[in-house]
């Protein structure tokens, strides 16, 4: 098999420094600029920012002059964030507005991907609903060259990856895909044989990697736990190892998101945040493709 792809991608909350999702706002404490050139210096291929982030770019220096700047600093991969109620009628639900700024965001950036969210909990009893909204949408995001990507969650209404997966099968699109990210996998008590028997590698859009304690502390949610309490790359309890060689060995070449969300995190500064986030993903990087008998693993190394 051929070596394990090394690129990484800081995904939104990697760089958000102070900014939590679901919070009063979810605009990073940091300029887009600077999130950008700080995660080409750290050797990140690319990062992603959220609404309220791409507000402020709309309104300052423009998705144009961002995606410039990313390219003088050889960053190539840029992804936006999130839909959310795209299953509801947008005469009663204004979700539209948030969708034409994603979607002018990542014409502008030529992004591979436009995530979306799933339904509040508690687990739908029926994937109907959702079938010709996503399907929809696709058709639009097939117009601007991007994909969409869902990512289950397992406190939402589509809690699981074999779930997810049901529905992208349903919809039927090329442009519908899976954002498969290892601690909504762990936390939904999905195991890799059963990840591996259920996800169809070309429905994955993006893959994101973190680690998580063996169980939430007592008296969080879900959410709570998250959003506050996840850990680098092979410091927590999760099978991450395990994670990363399942979904290399699913086919999985593109570059791994590095999505990291703790109150440990967010104290760093920005170099050394993603300096630290990198550091463990490339050692687990290393771990997993130990297998592979073709790897030079020895490149790895920083």
């Known amino acids: 098999m051929s070596p394990i792809n090394r690129d990484l991608v ?53 998705f144009d002059a961002l995606r410039e700047h990313a390219d003088r600093v050889g960053i190539r991969h840029l992804e936006v964030e999130l839909v959310k109620d795209w299953w509801r009628d947008p005469a009663e639900t204004p979700w539209r507005t948030r969708w034409d700024l994603l979607r002018d965001a990542a014409r502008a950036f030529g992004s591979p991907m436009v995530k ?28 601007i060259g991007t994909r969409l990507a869902l990512e289950p969650l397992p406190f939402a209404g589509i ?13 039927d699109h090329p442009h519908a895909g899976l954002v498969v990210d290892s601690w909504h996998v762990f936390r ?64 999985w070449d593109g570059p791994w998101g590095v999505e990291m969300l703790s109150v440990e995190h967010r104290a760093k500064s920005l170099p050394d945040a993603l300096d630290a986030a990198r550091d463990t993903t490339l050692r687990c990087l290393q771990l997993a493709e130990a297998d592979f008998p073709t790897a030079d693993v020895s490149s790895i190394q920083r």
Do not use: H, K
């Not at 939590?20 to 600029?33: H, T």
């Not at 809690?159 to 919809?171: D, K």
């Not at 044989?193 to 893959?207: I, N």
């Open 10 to 62: 800081a995904t939104c909350w990697t760089t958000a420094g102070t900014g939590l999702p679901d919070g009063p706002s979810e605009r990073s404490s940091f300029s887009a600029r600077e999130r950008v050139s700080a995660a080409a210096d750290a050797g990140y291929v690319g990062l992603g920012f959220v609404v309220d982030d791409l507000e402020v770019v709309r309104d300052t220096i423009g």
């Open 116 to 143: 979306i969210g799933p339904p509040p909990a508690p687990t739908v009893d029926s994937l109907d609903p959702y079938v010709g909204p996503f399907r929809a949408l696709a058709d639009e995001a097939a117009e």
């Open 159 to 171: 809690s699981s990856m074999p779930q997810g997966s049901e529905l992208v099968r349903a919809v």
């Open 188 to 251: 939904a008590d999905t195991s890799l044989e059963e990840l591996r028997r259920t996800l169809d590698p070309a429905t994955v859009v993006g893959v994101e990697v973190n680690d998580a304690d063996a169980e939430p502390q007592a008296g969080r949610t879900l959410f709570e736990d998250t959003r506050d309490n996840r850990r680098y790359l092979g410091e927590g309890a999760q099978d991450v190892v395990g994670f990363l060689r399942t979904m290399a060995e699913l086919g």
